[in-house]
């Protein structure tokens, strides 16, 4: 369970009080003038390239609460569109919220893959935060494709227009794109083709449109069972950490690293989630993450869920999701509230 302060659950860039033990630095040692300046300039030497590849804090800005009858923007920044019903569900959705929908101008194109051109989708985008009718913009898919626009955003202008923006999965680029390059809070939360369910529904209205200081915790369902079996919560290291709130998918997050499309993670509450990748798989993106800087900068660690990330057939003497948190996470004591297995 975590205590939360406005925009947060969702919220890329926020502040949050968690049950993790601040991270600490216990092996630094005084050094002389002479080996002070030498051990600097053999660091910048060493990480010019990953210290030049973070974007610099810009200062914060929050976009206005969503309100009933504010206008939503539908966009395909990543898949494209791939069934009318479904999105139509979705529209019927934000309409019983109380909002009106506007559809992207290329929402319904597809290329491959991707739900249109790159150009297309990044005017889309540009667009809905031109657009001075719309409030807020809520993305169709995840899939792929929104790293291929983080080049063709028009920062300066959605600095100026500052607007919820909400999705998860692929989406974790945009957000982390637009964040680290206008200091706007974006928010890793339900897509348009999610299931608005009552726990969904319930913090989406909290966090974007009553901006409470939420209590979060996972659903408690029994179902048929004697105790709870699903969304546990794993912690590694007690204690209490505060931070800036930065993540999104795994995945997505370490294809950006070395780019300058990163935030500055220097204390921040790092939280992740992933889907369909093998714990080998998991173990190699959590050591990418350390061998760039990442988990030695971080205040708290947090990982939601990997559905169908199991070991799986033939997995005999494999490394399970909770060995790879004691190999990388627990050292660092910065503790994750995790979900179980």
């Known amino acids: 369970?975590?205590?939360?302060?406005?925009?947060?659950?969702?919220?890329?860039?926020?502040?949050?009080?968690?049950?993790?033990?601040?991270?600490?630095?216990?092996?630094?040692?005084?050094?002389?003038?002479?080996?002070?300046?030498?051990?600097?300039?053999?660091?910048?030497?060493?990480?010019?390239?990953?210290?030049?590849?973070?974007?610099?804090?810009?200062?914060?800005?929050?976009?206005?609460?969503?309100?009933?009858?504010?206008?939503?923007?539908?966009?395909?920044?990543?898949?494209?569109?791939?069934?009318?019903?479904?999105?139509?569900?979705?529209?019927?959705?934000?309409?019983?919220?109380?909002?009106?929908?506007?559809?992207?101008?290329?929402?319904?194109?597809?290329?491959?893959?991707?739900?249109?051109?790159?150009?297309?989708?990044?005017?889309?985008?540009?667009?809905?935060?031109?657009?001075?009718?719309?409030q807020g913009i809520l993305c169709v898919h995840g899939g792929w494709g929104c790293a291929r626009l983080l080049p063709l955003l028009d920062y300066e202008m959605i600095r100026r227009n500052p607007k919820v923006i909400i999705g998860y999965s692929?989406?974790?680029?945009?957000?982390?794109?637009?964040?680290?390059?206008?200091?706007?809070?974006?928010?890793?939360?339900?897509?348009?083709?999610?299931?608005?369910?009552?726990?969904?529904v319930s913090y989406f209205r909290k966090v974007l449109m009553e901006g409470e200081a939420i209590f979060y915790e996972n659903p408690k369902e029994k179902d048929d069972n004697l105790t709870q079996t699903k969304d546990r919560v794993y912690p590694i290291n007690g204690g209490t950490a505060r931070g800036r709130l930065l993540g999104g998918n795994l995945t997505v997050l370490c294809h950006l690293l070395?780019?300058?499309?990163?935030?500055?993670?220097?204390?921040?509450?790092?939280?992740?989630?992933?889907?369909?990748?093998?714990?080998?798989s998991m173990d190699r993106m959590i050591t990418h993450l350390k061998l760039c800087g990442v988990l030695e900068q971080m205040n708290g660690f947090i990982f939601g869920k990997c559905t169908r990330c199991d070991v799986g057939d033939g997995g005999y003497g494999s490394l399970t999701l909770e060995d790879i948190w004691e190999d990388h996470i627990r050292p660092t004591r910065a503790s994750p509230p995790t979900r179980g297995p």
């Open 1 to 134: 369970m975590q205590k939360c302060f406005p925009f947060v659950h969702y919220s890329i860039y926020s502040f949050l009080h968690l049950p993790i033990l601040a991270f600490t630095h216990p092996n630094i040692h005084a050094f002389s003038t002479m080996q002070r300046r030498h051990f600097l300039q053999t660091l910048a030497a060493s990480s010019a390239v990953s210290v030049a590849a973070v974007a610099a804090p810009k200062p914060i800005i929050k976009p206005p609460r969503l309100k009933v009858g504010d206008t939503i923007g539908l966009v395909c920044p990543a898949a494209p569109a791939y069934s009318r019903e479904q999105v139509q569900i979705m529209v019927e959705s934000m309409q019983a919220l109380g909002f009106k929908i506007k559809y992207g101008p290329r929402m319904w194109e597809r290329y491959g893959y991707l739900g249109g051109k790159d150009t297309d989708r990044a005017a889309d985008l540009n667009e809905m935060f031109a657009d001075k009718s719309v």
């Open 170 to 200: 692929d989406i974790t680029a945009l957000l982390l794109g637009i964040h680290s390059q206008t200091g706007l809070v974006t928010f890793h939360g339900p897509e348009g083709a999610a299931t608005w369910n009552e726990f969904t």
């Open 258 to 280: 070395g780019s300058k499309y990163v935030p500055d993670w220097k204390g921040s509450l790092f939280f992740c989630e992933d889907v369909s990748e093998a714990p080998y």
